[in-house]
């Protein structure tokens, strides 16, 4: 009865993850989820005020497919400052950019056709993707993310739909693609006239340095779909987000998501619209890289205190997300059972990967967790390695 193409559907194990980490009294480092004390709550309201007072009623009512043109304007004015090649019509607002994901799939998958990621990669994308019946091609990576030698070799043998990467502090390792590297990937791309799909939901929660340049602004050309969202920073249940590409793309992406949704959520669009005119946005982002930066430390700290040297760690610059490996052979998802006894909670590596390998592998998520509980949680799932006979 059901169409032929979620016959290959599985629930996501993260999904059942979490239905356990709602328990009160677990400590979760299972999510990707922000800070809920540091949501701009007060501005918020204070916002939604605003958007009555100066546009009455009008705030909830249907709007154009592309989204709300005011808030499209800044997004343009975010990504290209000088405003020489983006503009609003450059930009459609989505439901998240989960809903990007699946315009994207919709527009370019199919049967037979092949997308490369990353390796490990975001586990929501390859849902979308598998959904449209789409093969996974995973590429391998390493601490500087996607090797351009591997893609490059790929390419020559078979072409893709489109690549999928997420240049900065990747879901789920945190890694960021070097800047050599972007360079790159952004003249093979080209060279092969290719299609690249650009996700960087956490490029603005760097820890140091700036803000590396997307391979959307390097490659400037039809080769490049870019896609952010505000759930990082601002609040996710907004479901705010954005996809920006040449124009032909952008209003092919607008017919699909009218059969979709018709349009993003005028009242949310508004919202943001708004809260970006006050200056709390760079305020807010500045909050968030010193809360997580500070919580990132805190885990590394409590890792080098409890953790055995055998298990071992990156040190992300940025986002929300921190990457352990156990020794090899070793099984994340046995550990995982037992810390669930203890009241700690991960996601074991291997749910990103597509090939189905990385089972030693760990997500630890560090924004969502106080700083007591982060060292607390981490104290618990070194016991459980050590019990484990890791040493
Ligand atoms: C890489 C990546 N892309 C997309 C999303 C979806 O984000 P949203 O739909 O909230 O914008 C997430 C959420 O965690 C993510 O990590």
Sequence with gaps: ????????????????????????????????????????GKEIAEAAQGIFAKYGTSVLQYSVTEGLRSLREKIAAI?????????????????GSQQGLDLISKLYLEKGRVVFTETPSYLGAIQAFRLFQADILPIASDGDGIQPVGLLRAVKKQRPALIYLMPNFQNPTGVSLSLERRKEIVD??????????????????????????????????????????????????????????????????????QGTDLQTNTFGQYLVDEYLESSRFDHQRKILRQTYKHRRDCMLAAMAEYFPASVSRNHPNGGMFLWVKLPEHFNARDVLLRCLEKEVAFVPGQEFYSDGSGENTIRLNFSNATPENIEEGIKRIGEVLKEAGLS
């Excluded at 032929?4 to 990707?32: D, H, M, N, Q, Y």
């Excluded at 983006?86 to 989505?94: E, L, R, S």
């Design 79 to 95: 990504l290209d400052p000088e405003a020489s090649h983006i503009g609003p019509k450059n930009i459609i607002i989505t439901h």
């Design 188 to 257: 093979i791309v080209k060279e092969h006239d290719l299609l690249l799909v650009e996700d960087d939901p956490y490029g603005d929660l760097f820890f140091s340095g700036e803000k590396m340049p997307s391979l959307f602004t390097l490659g400037r050309s039809h080769n490049f779909i870019y896609m952010s969202s505000f759930s990082k920073t601002i609040a996710p249940g907004l479901r705010i987000a954005y996809l920006a590409g040449d124009e032909e793309k952008i209003s092919k992406i607008a017919v699909v998501k």
């Design 1 to 40: 009865m059901y169409a032929e193409r979620i016959s290959g559907l599985k629930s996501s194990a993260i999904r059942e993850i979490l239905k356990v980490t709602s328990k009160p009294g677990i400590i979760s480092f299972a999510g990707g989820l922000p800070a809920p004390e540091l949501f701009p």
